[in-house]
Structure formats: C-alpha cells, structure tokens
C-alpha cells in the first residue's frame, strides 16, 4: 500500500529527509536542509509525487536529488536487475511532502522505515 495525501504515518526507523526552510527559521533563504528524521515520530503527509532523479528524461526538485541515495535503495529492492537512469522511474518509488512538527520535510517512501498508520 501507498500513501497518499491525508494519511498519517509513523517514521520506524532513522531515515533521511530534506527541510524546506524559509528565512524565518534560519539564516538564509528559502533553501533545503539534507537531515536525518529519527524514529517514533508522525507526520502527515501532504503530497505524494513521483521523483525524477533516477529518471534520464525529466529534470529533478532540488529535494528530489538530495534524497537520490535513498531513492537508490528502494529501487533496488523494487528492481533488483534494473540500474539508473530509469526511462520511467519504478512503480512504488515516492517522494512524500509531509508536515513533522513545525517543519515541511520531504521523503522517500520506503516500507522497511515507514509505515502508514492511517488511510
């Protein structure tokens, strides 16, 4: 099962996300924070979309390249014999925009760190 916008999940295991930061809350502006998200803790997520840092023909977010590792890993398990640039990135392979705490923090979707608690 996927998320989707409105579901609450639970971060299981420490996993990689981005930080969308304005002024307000740090030194610079609008930019991306590569952080790591630590266990037990719920989001809710806002939107879902399909990365394209793997892809060789859609340019990428900002955030998007920054979790590519992490996008790396789920494609692997998804497509054990497949290698990037992908023409199309496989199914399942999500990057989640989602609220946790006061921040906007983007995600890779991966069952093995996050679980969805509510549809």
Known sequence: MLPKPGDLIN????????????QSNYSKSWGYMLINIDPDQHALV???????ALSNTEPPRKADEMLQAEQEKVCSKL???????????????????VTLGEHIVELVWNPDTCSIISM
């Open 11 to 22: 971060i299981d295991k420490g996993t990689p996300g981005v930080i969308i930061a304005n």
């Open 46 to 52: 806002l939107e879902v979309y399909i990365p394209n």
């Open 79 to 97: 497509s054990p014999n497949k290698r990037p640039p992908y023409e199309s990135v496989p199914t399942g392979v999500l990057i989640m925009v």
